[in-house]
C-alpha cells in the first residue's frame, strides 16, 4: 500500500479531498489488505475508479482506494459471450480487448474514461429504449463487505446483495470483479443530423422505436435539434477521417459551446446565427466499431445534471425547462441532452420499473450552475424525476426515498455490506443517511 499525504481532485474539478491515505491496490489480496488496515486504524475509506463523477461520491479523508492498478481480464468465455475482469479496468481499454475476442457490449455511455466500477455502480447509461443502464449488463459479481468478507452474488444468489452492490454508489460494499454479457462484437451505422425541434418533439416517439439508440440535443435559443441515430448493421466500416472526427468530438461538443458563450457576450443575435449555422453542417454519416460510435473523445471540462423521469412526461418536462430558461435571462452556452432508456430492476437505478426518459443540462467549467440546476431540478421533482447518482442535485434522503420502491431492500443490504459504515463519507450520508 502506497501512504503519502495527497490531495485528490475528481475530473471535473468540482470535488477534492485530502484522503490520510492512497492506496493503490493490484490485487484481489492487496484489495481486502486496505479494508482490514482501515478497520484497524479505524479509518473511513472510499474506492475511486476515474474520477468522472461530478458530485463528492468518491471523497474521503480517510484511506482512498484507487484501483487504477487492478485492471485486468481475468476470463474470458467466448462460448456464453462473458468477459470477466477486474473492476478498475477502464472502459476505453476493455472495449478494444473484448473486441479482439470477437465480443462487445451492448451499450455505452457518451465517454468511455470511466472505470467498470464507477460506470456501472453510478447508473451509467447510454441511449435506446431497448438498452438498460451499464449495470444490467452484469450478470454475476464478486463484492468485499466493509469487513473484508467476499461474496460471490448475482441475479441467481444474494439477489438482494447483488442488486444493492452493483448498482451501490461505493456505499453497499466494494466490487472486486464483474462478470458482463457480452455480444458478438458489432458495427454500427451512425446518422448525425439536425432536424427542426418541432420535429423532432413530435416525432420523438417514433425516432426512439425505429432505432437502437436515438438522443438528441437542443437548445431554447435554437429552432433546430441535433439528433444521432445508431443502428447496427452488417456493412464495413466507414469510420470519421480524424479531421471528422475532431470536428465530431472536439468542436462540436467541446469549443462550440465557449465561441457561443464568447459571441453572445459580445454579440447576442451573432452567436444565435453562428450556433444556428454550425447545427446545420453539423451532419455525419459513417459505420464503425460499435465502441467508437458509441463513446467520443471529452477533453473539455464542464459540469452536468441529468435527471431520469417516466418516458410518458418527456416532451411536457423538456418543454418546461425550455421555457424556464427562456424566461430566466440565463446565458446558457451548452445544450441540453434527450436519451431514453429501458427499466431495470436495481433497487437504487434511476430506470428502475420504468421506461425513462433522461434530461441532461449543462455548464461550461466555471460557469456558476446554481441558478440553472435548481430550478431544473424543481421541474424534475414534479414528474418524479430521479437524478443521476455521479451528477449534480441537490437532493437529500428524505426526498430519494419516496423515489424508489426499494429503498428499504437497498438499505438492508447496505447494512448487511457495510456495517460499521466505513463506506461513508458526506455525499452517502447526504444521499442515502447514516448506516
Ligand atoms: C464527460 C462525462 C461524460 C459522461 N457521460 C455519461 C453518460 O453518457 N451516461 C451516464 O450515465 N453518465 C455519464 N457520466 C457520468 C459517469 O459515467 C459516472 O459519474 C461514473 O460513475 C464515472 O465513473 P468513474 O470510474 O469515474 O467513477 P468515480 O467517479 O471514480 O466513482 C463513482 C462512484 O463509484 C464508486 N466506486 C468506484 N469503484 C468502486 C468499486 N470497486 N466498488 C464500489 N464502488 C466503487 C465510487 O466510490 C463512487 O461512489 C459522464 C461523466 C463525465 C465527466
Redesign the pocket.
Known amino acids: 500500500m502506497d501512504s503519502s499525504k495527497n490531495r485528490w481532485v475528481?475530473?471535473?474539478e468540482t470535488q477534492s479531498c485530502s484522503p490520510q491515505q492512497i492506496a493503490f491496490p493490484s490485487t484481489e489480496g492487496e484489495l481486502i489488505d486496505c479494508i482490514h488496515s482501515a478497520i484497524k486504524s479505524d479509518m473511513k475509506l472510499?474506492?475511486?475508479?476515474?474520477?468522472?463523477?461530478?458530485v463528492g461520491?468518491?471523497l474521503t479523508d480517510g484511506l482512498l482506494i484507487d484501483?487504477s492498478k487492478y485492471n485486468h481480464i481475468t476470463n474470458v468465455d467466448t462460448q456464453n459471450k462473458q468477459v470477466t475482469v477486474q473492476?478498475?479496468k477502464?472502459l476505453e481499454d476493455l472495449n478494444p480487448e473484448i473486441w479482439n475476442h470477437g465480443l462487445a457490449m451492448s451499450d455505452l455511455?457518451?465517454?468511455a474514461?470511466?472505470?467498470v466500477?464507477?460506470?456501472i455502480?453510478?447508473?451509467?447509461?447510454?441511449t435506446g429504449i431497448g438498452f438498460g443502464?451499464l449495470a444490467t449488463q452484469v450478470v454475476a459479481a464478486r463484492v468485499i463487505s466493509g469487513e473484508g468478507e467476499i461474496i460471490d452474488c448475482s441475479p441467481e444468489k444474494d439477489a438482494d446483495l447483488f442488486g444493492a452492490?452493483v448498482i451501490?454508489?461505493?456505499?453497499a460494499?466494494?466490487?472486486?470483479t464483474v462478470t458482463l454479457q457480452l455480444e458478438d462484437a458489432f458495427n454500427l451505422h451512425a446518422l448525425e443530423m439536425p432536424m427542426p425541434f418541432d420535429f423532432v418533439i413530435d416525432h420523438q416517439d417514433e425516432f426512439v422505436k425505429d432505432n437502437e439508440h436515438f438522443e438528441y440535443f437542443c437548445h431554447p435559443d435554437l429552432s433546430l435539434a441535433l439528433t444521432k441515430r445508431n443502428n447496427r448493421t452488417a456493412k464495413p466500416g466507414k469510420p470519421l477521417s480524424p479531421l471528422g472526427r475532431w470536428y465530431h468530438d472536439e468542436f462540436i461538443i467541446g469549443y462550440l459551446p465557449k465561441l457561443t458563450r464568447l459571441a453572445k457576450q459580445a454579440f447576442p443575435q451573432l452567436s444565435k446565427y453562428l450556433t444556428h449555422e454550425i447545427m446545420v453542417v453539423a451532419r455525419d454519416n459513417y459505420i464503425d466499431r460499435s465502441y467508437s460510435v458509441f463513446a467520443s473523445e471529452?477533453k473539455q471540462y464542464?459540469c452536468?445534471m441529468?435527471y431520469f423521469i417516466p418516458k410518458k412526461h418527456a416532451k411536457e418536462a423538456l418543454a418546461r425547462v425550455l421555457d424556464f430558461v427562456k424566461g430566466s435571462g440565463l446565458k446558457i452556452s451548452m445544450p441540453i441532452e434527450v436519451r431514453w432508456s429501458a427499466a431495470d430492476v436495481f433497487p437504487i437505478s434511476m430506470c428502475y420499473g420504468r421506461e425513462t426518459t433522461s434530461i441532461a443540462i449543462h455548464v461550461e467549467m466555471g460557469e456558476r450552475y446554481e441558478n440553472y440546476f435548481v430550478p431544473v431540478e424543481t421541474i424534475m421533482m414534479n414528474y418524479e424525476g430521479r437524478p443521476?447518482?455521479?451528477?449534480m442535485h441537490f437532493q437529500t434522503s428524505s426526498t430519494l426515498a419516496p423515489l424508489y420502491p426499494k429503498w428499504d431492500e437497498f438499505q438492508k443490504a447496505r447494512q448487511i455490506l457495510d456495517p460499521k459504515g466505513i463506506?461513508e463519507n458526506a455525499?452517502?450520508k447526504r444521499v442515502f443517511g447514516p448506516i
Open positions: 475528481n475530473w471535473s472510499k474506492v475511486v475508479g476515474s474520477g468522472h463523477s461530478f461520491a468518491a484501483l473492476v478498475g477502464k455511455s457518451d465517454i474514461y470511466q472505470s466500477a464507477g460506470a455502480s453510478t447508473g451509467t447509461h447510454g443502464c452492490a451501490g454508489v461505493g456505499a460494499g466494494i466490487l472486486s471529452r464542464g452536468e441529468e443521476h447518482w455521479g451528477k463506506f455525499y452517502t
